[in-house]
Each structure stands twice: as structure tokens, then as C-alpha cells.
């Protein structure tokens, strides 16, 4: 058997401690000194980052060994600043420090203009020790271009409760309560309570029964901080801060910090006061030129512009034709009642009516009047009558007076059905002699009918609105046509026409003058400018997380646009809300629509937001966006092989290696020295033990010799 010596027992001993030294000097260590950052718009102003790139500036102070080559850094918006950046930094040192800088592109940043905005940035490189660093923080956002001063953040230790990155922002009613709900997130786990207090902004109320609610952080994953507010009936639209404050105990010393969140307020503006606001949209007339002395009907479309069912209103056929000598009911009254009339729908109504007999040619005008409540509103309608031959004929043997009429108009193209707000268009009106004598020296005067409204929806382009036509033979007919503007900001519905003739006609060998106007409709409509802007998705997500996204919408048209609707399609999602009925638009409000869908697949997602309304004419439009995310396989955190972390140890907030593995590793160093310690020791017993057997041994020899 070979024997072991004490020489090599304590150089294996000696070994032993060698290799735990190398396993401790391979462990990292936290990096000396302290890291500030600096953010700042690099043109243009804080309003419009959306044109603006934002450059980052780093300063590791302090530094020794040799400079990293690069440096990994991810950036993320906080308040009203959104940014989702990854990238490398530049890295350059001199004098003991390194010093970074990234620039953001504009196309990854967006910011709402209302609220404070900051970054949250995450560093991480490797020094040339072979030590690895890394950090978290948060810096504001300068408006100063100019200014690239460096500023020292929060130490990480009095920084570490944020907000979850895109979390949607609640919103609450005027006038109502509602459950508002923050999920609070921490970097690092916290050993005992954590106690979070809201304080709210003016007119919103906490109806819980404290605003501090008592919190645990020893593990990972955000925490929700709900409670229960009323917002005053008189509290304004917009977006107001609340403040969280946050305390709580690290290494025995107590701590406290502010979170800056949202909510988001639904004043009177936008949650509008229920009103109905009936307008007559068309009519027909049945035959559509009435003849002198016969029986006709007038269908009247009556619609709901309002937010609200309409109730027992009155609807009155009338107007200065509705005369023995001209119009007269036929076995109906001149008044309808609507029951009841929805927000959006529309009705019609018809009349019976019958013209005189007598009734000359031309175009003659009644108007609808509805009456709902304390309000009303008078339409006017244009009924065109051929007269009596017979009669004309007596006219002729009397030698009446010619009569001049507008035969037939045109406001446009064959098919255009009516003429748009703001674009100028050219109005042609055939005018016949419907007498048996000629007339000369015609003046006509072309202008627009004066309403309660306007005061007259057409002007004048390009021309004057006088005309001179020196005669018109008997019979015979001219055509004479102006250019007309109407007002870019009236009602969509049908607005008059005024031509003012004067002539002049040699009757029974004297010359007589007259003077008569007639009028006609023309629809008018305003051009449909709702628009829809891009889907922004705050992605990608962790599968099993909720994808957030948010889309706009504005109406910059003149006209109320109705029954707004909106659909969420797609592949590898489910949605709680695929359709949403939103209601009317009314010209120049504006809003926006949060999208939540829950990913059943990793990978890609894509989508379509579909927007459909009604347009003033009825209608029916649709706008479609398309999105797109990512969605990342849940990856499960790796545990050490050393066994399960406690999740009551406290952690290092300085950053560096937790302090349980400083006990795991010290534990480990003690095992080693144990174990060589028992090895020497076992090796110096067997070679006692052999020197007395060899003594042993001795003595039987010399015992036996002597005997």
C-alpha cells in the first residue's frame, strides 16, 4: 500500500484553497461610482417630439478599468412621454469616467402634451475587469435643446416603484363613481409592508373607506392598487395627475417615494346633455309637376340629429301658399304627430293636398314646421304647378300679361343630386315666355332666399347677379346660368334660390311693366372629413399578457356624423369588445378608443379597426386601419442549482450580487475547508497509526529472540 505524506496532504490542502480564491475572484463586482443621465429634445420643442428626435446623454463617474466597447441600453416612456427604444450606446472615457450617448429616432416617440414626460432607461455593459453592470433609472425630458447639462437621478434605492409600463390609464364620469386601478410594479423585492396613500386632484372624492391600502413586494409582478373615487357633476374634460406615495422599510431604515400617475375625466363635453334636434332631410312631391286644379302628395322626411328619443312632436304643412287660391289640405288636417323618434332615425310623413284651379304656372312654396318641445325649425318646400290650359286660354283672349317661369334648372353633372359647402358650382335655369305676347327689356336678378339661419346659403362667384336679356319672344325660352358660392359652414339640407324678373310688354297697344320672383331648391351637403388616426399598440407582450393599444378619431367636417360604430377583427386574439357602438360626432369633437386583446398564440398578431357611420346625406361610410404586434413566448426565470432562493431575503438596492449569494458562497468556502481539514486530519491518524504498528511489530521481534 502507498503511503500518503504529511508534504502532500497539506500541498492537496493548499490547492484547495487555491481554487476557491480563483471561484471568488471570477464573481463579479458592482461597479465604483455613480451613473447620471441627461434627455433632451434635439429640435423643435416638447409639443411636437413627434418631429423631434430626443438625445440621451450617460456619465459613469468614478470609473476604473479598462472601457467597455459598447453598452446596451432600453428606454421606455413615463407620463405623457411614449417610447419603446432599444439600442447600442457609444461609449467614450477619460479622467476615471464613461460617458454614453444614444439618440432616440422621432418615429419611436410620441408624447400627448399635457403632462410631465420622462424615460425610464436600463444600461447594462461590461467592464474590463469582467464585471457586468447594470442599472436602472429615470430621467426627465428637457424642452431646452440648448441645455445638455448632465443630471443626477434618483438613487436607484429611492427609485424603484413604477407604474407597469402601458398600463391603460382609468377613466371616470363627471358626476359619477367609478373603481380606479394602478398596477404598481417594483425592481426590487421587498421584505416587509409596503404602505401606498393616494392623493387626488380637486372635485374627485375617495368613497373607499382609507386611501392607504398596505402592499407585499417579495415577489415579482405587478401589484394592483385599486380604490373607489366620485368626480363632481361640474368637473371639467382632460386628463388630471394623481399622486401615489409609497412607503416603506429597506435594511431597517424607512423610505418613501412619489409615483406621478393619471385618470382620465368625461366632463360635460364629452358626455353631452341628452337633446333631440328633428330637421326635415328631403321631400318628395307626387306627381312631381302638379298640374292646375289637381290632387297630390307631399312625402316629408323628418330625421333625429339629436343624442336622444324624440317625443310628441309636431310636424305643420303651411306657409303663405297654403291659401284658398293656391294649396288647400284634401280630407287630412295640416298637422302630424310623431310619437316617438330615436336618436339617429328617421320618418316620413305624407300630406294630401290639392292645387286651385285657376293657379298659374310656376314653382310656389310651403313650408314644414316641427315643433318638439321649446324648440322649432321651418323648411321650406317647392311644389311646381303647370297651370289650367283652359284658363290660359281665357288669359288669351284677354290679352293678359305674359308670364315669365323657370322651365328647368341644373346645379351640376348629370347624377349630382346636390352641391358641397365651401366648392363653388354653376347654376343653369332654362326661362320661358309662357304667354302669347313677347317681352323685351328683361332684367332678372339671381339671389339667395334669406332664411332664419343664414340670411341666404348662396353669394355670388366670379359675376354680377344681374342679367340683361333684351326680349323674349312669346313661347320662347332663354338659358341663363351664374356661378354661385354656398357658405362653407351652413346645415346640410335644401336652401332657396331667388330670380327676380322685370319686364316689360306691349298689352291692349299700352306698355306695361311687371315685376315677379320666383324661387327654387337647392340641396346642399358638407364634405365628410372624419378621419381615423393610426392604431398605436403598446407591444410586444409577454404571451398571456393583455395587449393595451389606443386609436383616435377627429370629425372636421361641418356636418354631425352618426351612429359611429367600431369593430376589432384579427387572427391569434380574443377581445372582450370586438364591436363598440359609440353614437354621433359632432363637427369638431374628437376622441379616442382604448383597445385591449388577450394573444392566443406567440408570435406576429395583426388586426383590423373598422370605423362605420352614417355621413349627413345618410350614407352609410367606413374607415378600416390595420395593426400589427408582437407577441414573445413566456421564457420561465432560471433558479440557481444551489436550491431555492428565500423570498424574504433582502436584496442589494445598490445593484451587484444579491446578498444571499454572498452567504451561499462564504457557506461553500467554509464546506471546502472542512472537508480539507478532515482529509489532513485523517491522513496524520493512519500515519500514527502505522509508526505504533511498526513499534508493535518491533517489540514482538526482540521479545522472541530473547526467548
Known amino acids: 500500500m502507498k503511503k500518503i505524506t504529511t508534504k502532500r496532504a497539506v500541498g492537496f490542502a493548499a490547492a484547495m484553497m487555491m481554487t476557491l480564491c480563483l471561484i471568488l475572484s471570477a464573481i463579479p463586482v458592482s461597479a465604483a461610482g455613480s451613473l447620471s443621465a441627461r434627455a433632451t429634445v434635439a429640435s423643435g420643442s416638447l409639443e411636437s417630439t413627434a418631429s423631434s428626435d430626443i438625445i440621451v446623454y450617460f456619465t459613469h463617474s468614478d470609473y476604473s478599468g479598462a472601457t467597455p466597447s459598447e453598452a446596451k441600453v432600453t428606454a421606455n416612456g413615463s407620463g405623457g412621454l411614449s417610447c419603446s427604444y432599444s439600442g447600442t450606446a457609444s461609449v467614450s472615457g477619460s479622467d476615471g469616467a464613461l460617458s454614453f450617448q444614444i439618440t432616440i429616432p422621432k418615429s419611436n416617440v410620441s408624447y400627448d402634451g399635457m403632462s410631465s414626460a420622462g424615460l425610464t432607461l436600463n444600461v447594462t455593459y461590461t467592464g474590463g475587469a469582467g464585471g457586468s453592470y447594470s442599472t436602472t433609472t429615470t430621467v426627465p425630458v428637457t424642452k431646452d435643446p440648448q441645455d445638455n447639462t448632465p443630471v443626477t437621478p434618483p438613487a436607484i434605492a429611492g427609485n424603484i416603484f413604477t407604474i407597469q409600463e402601458d398600463a391603460p390609464i382609468p377613466s371616470i364620469d363627471a358626476g359619477k363613481q367609478a373603481e380606479l386601478s394602478y398596477p404598481i410594479e417594483s425592481s426590487k423585492r421587498i421584505s416587509g409592508d409596503v404602505q401606498i396613500t393616494a392623493q387626488l386632484p380637486e372635485q374627485l372624492y375617495f368613497t373607499t373607506a382609507s386611501a392607504t391600502q398596505t402592499m407585499s413586494f417579495i415577489r415579482s409582478g405587478a401589484q394592483k392598487y385599486t380604490f373607489t373615487v366620485s368626480a363632481d357633476s361640474e368637473l371639467k374634460s382632460g386628463t388630471y395627475p394623481v399622486t401615489l406615495t409609497v412607503n416603506y422599510k429597506y435594511s431597517g431604515e424607512a423610505k418613501s417615494e412619489t409615483i406621478t400617475t393619471y385618470v382620465k375625466v368625461n366632463g360635460k363635453a364629452a358626455a353631452e346633455e341628452a337633446v333631440s334636434d328633428l330637421v326635415v332631410t328631403g321631400y318628395t312631391v307626387n306627381p312631381s309637376n302638379v298640374k292646375a286644379g289637381a290632387n297630390f302628395k307631399i312625402a316629408v322626411t323628418v330625421k333625429n340629429n339629436g343624442n336622444a328619443t324624440c317625443k310628441n312632436a309636431l310636424v305643420t304643412m303651411g306657409g303663405s301658399s297654403m291659401s284658398t287660391e293656391a294649396f288647400t289640405m284634401n280630407g287630412t288636417l295640416d298637422s302630424q304627430t310623431i310619437s316617438s323618434l330615436a336618436a339617429g332615425a328617421s320618418t316620413t310623413l305624407t300630406f294630401s293636398l290639392c292645387s286651385n284651379s285657376k293657379m298659374a304656372s310656376g314653382n310656389y312654396i310651403l313650408e314644414a314646421a316641427i315643433g318638439s318641445g321649446e324648440t322649432s325649425t321651418t323648411s321650406k318646400i317647392f311644389v311646381p304647378v303647370t297651370g289650367n290650359p283652359e284658363a290660359a286660354s281665357e288669359e288669351a283672349k284677354n290679352e293678359s300679361t305674359p308670364q315669365l317661369i323657370i322651365d328647368s334648372y341644373t346645379y351640376g353633372e348629370e347624377g349630382v343630386t346636390s352641391v358641397v359647402g365651401g366648392e363653388v358650382f354653376t347654376l343653369s335655369a332654362v326661362i320661358r315666355n309662357t304667354g302669347k305676347i313677347a317681352v323685351s327689356n328683361v332684367k332678372i336678378t339671381v339671389s339667395a332666399t334669406a332664411d332664419a339661419e343664414t340670411g341666404g346659403a348662396f353669394s355670388p362667384a366670379n359675376s354680377s347677379n344681374t342679367f340683361y336679356i333684351e326680349s323674349i319672344p312669346a313661347g320662347g325660352s332663354i338659358t341663363q346660368s351664374i356661378d354661385l358660392l354656398p357658405k362653407a359652414d351652413a346645415k346640410p339640407k335644401s336652401y332657396g ?22 324661387t327654387i331648391a337647392i340641396p346642399l351637403t358638407q364634405p365628410d372629413r372624419f378621419e381615423v388616426g393610426e392604431p398605436t399598440m403598446y407591444g410586444p407582450v409577454d404571451f398571456g399578457q ?63 379597426i373598422t370605423f362605420t357611420y352614417e355621413d349627413s346625406n345618410g350614407d352609410t361610410k367606413e374607415i378600416v386601419k390595420n395593426f400589427q404586434s408582437e407577441v414573445m413566448e413566456y421564457v420561465e426565470p432560471e433558479i440557481p442549482d444551489g436550491g431555492m432562493m428565500d423570498p424574504n431575503m433582502p436584496v442589494d438596492a445598490e445593484g451587484g450580487m444579491p446578498i444571499w449569494g454572498w452567504i451561499a458562497i462564504a457557506g461553500g468556502a467554509v464546506v471546502v475547508i472542512v472537508i480539507a481539514a478532515v482529509v489532513v486530519s485523517k491522513i496524520v491518524k493512519k500515519k500514527k497509526q502505522a509508526a505504533l504498528d511498526a513499534e508493535d511489530d518491533y517489540d514482538d521481534d526482540d521479545t522472541g529472540a530473547q526467548q
Open 497 to 518: 334660390v331667388d330670380f327676380a324678373f322685370s319686364y316689360e310688354a306691349l298689352v291692349n297697344d299700352e306698355l306695361v311693366t311687371k315685376d315677379l320672383t320666383q
Open 546 to 608: 393583455t395587449l393595451n393599444g389606443y386609436v383616435s378619431y377627429v370629425n372636421k367636417g361641418k356636418s354631425t356624423i352618426f351612429n359611429l360604430s367600431m369593430k376589432v377583427e384579427g387572427e391569434g386574439f380574443t377581445t372582450a369588445e370586438a364591436e363598440t357602438y359609440i353614437g354621433n360626432v359632432e363637427s369638431g369633437s374628437s376622441d379616442g378608443y382604448d383597445i385591449a386583446i388577450n394573444p392566443t398564440q406567440a408570435g406576429p398578431i395583426s388586426g383590423t
